[in-house]
């Protein structure tokens, strides 16, 4: 019988034998203690970020291999800048912003050392996020934005007091 390939997506370092990758794999009979640990262990230098996980097992012998693809390229611009999230107002709201070596180096960590073909790549995501390129950082008044975007409701009240 040929193998099987299950695709997951993880908390790098942090998976665990539970939904989804227990519930996947446990028909199959297989060590699910060993598959998660050992995507655990080829994922804790990047732990904090969300890691594509590919299992492959051959269900007559209980083999499995595993494959750990590169997180997306949001979650390397989050971590560079150590921030949670984007944006949820891209076009208005800045959350912060990347030097172009930045840029290559998040591109040359997703696409390896042929990067520079995938820079505009970088570039669109970073903006599709509320992040620009070569700006600088962020004003005191763009701070006030985002902490106010965070609170929607403290917004609409103070609106309401004016």
Same mark, same amino acid.
């Not at 993880?10 to 640990?37: F, M, Q, R, Y």
């Not at 992040?131 to 004003?139: A, I, N, Y």
């Given at each position: 019988?040929?193998?099987?390939?299950?695709?997951?997506?993880? *908390?790098?370092?942090?998976?665990?034998?539970?939904?989804?990758?227990?519930?996947?794999?446990?028909?199959?009979?297989?060590?699910?203690?060993?598959?998660?640990?050992?995507?655990?262990?080829?994922?804790?230098?990047?732990?904090?970020?969300?890691?594509?996980?590919?299992?492959?097992? *051959?269900?007559?012998?209980?083999?499995?291999?595993?494959?750990?693809?590169?997180?997306?390229?949001?979650?390397?611009?989050?971590?560079?800048?150590?921030?949670?999230?984007?944006?949820?107002?891209?076009?208005?709201?800045?959350?912060? *912003?990347?030097?172009?070596?930045? +840029?290559? =180096?998040? =591109?040359?960590?997703?696409?390896?050392? *042929?990067?520079?073909?995938?820079?505009?790549?970088?570039?669109?995501?970073?903006?599709?996020?509320?992040?620009? +390129?070569?700006?600088?950082?962020?004003?005191e008044e763009e701070k006030r934005k985002i902490q106010q975007a965070a609170k929607p409701g403290e917004k609409e009240e103070e609106k =309401?007091?004016?």
């Open positions: 019988m040929p193998k099987l390939s299950f695709k997951f997506l993880v *908390d790098a370092g942090k998976a665990t034998p539970g939904p989804p990758i227990g519930t996947s794999l446990g028909p199959l009979k297989v060590n699910i203690a060993k598959i998660v640990e050992e995507i655990n262990n080829r994922t804790k230098e990047l732990e904090g970020m969300k890691v594509p996980v590919v299992v492959k097992v *051959d269900t007559e012998t209980k083999e499995f291999e595993v494959e750990i693809g590169t997180p997306p390229v949001s979650a390397l611009i989050k971590r560079e800048l150590g921030i949670e999230k984007g944006s949820g107002q891209a076009g208005e709201i800045r959350v912060g *912003d990347l030097t172009m070596e930045q +840029v290559k =180096a998040i =591109a040359k960590k997703k696409f390896g050392s *042929d990067a520079e073909p995938y820079l505009k790549q970088v570039i669109g995501t970073a903006r599709s996020m509320g992040v620009t +390129v070569g700006q600088g950082p962020l004003t =309401a007091g004016e």
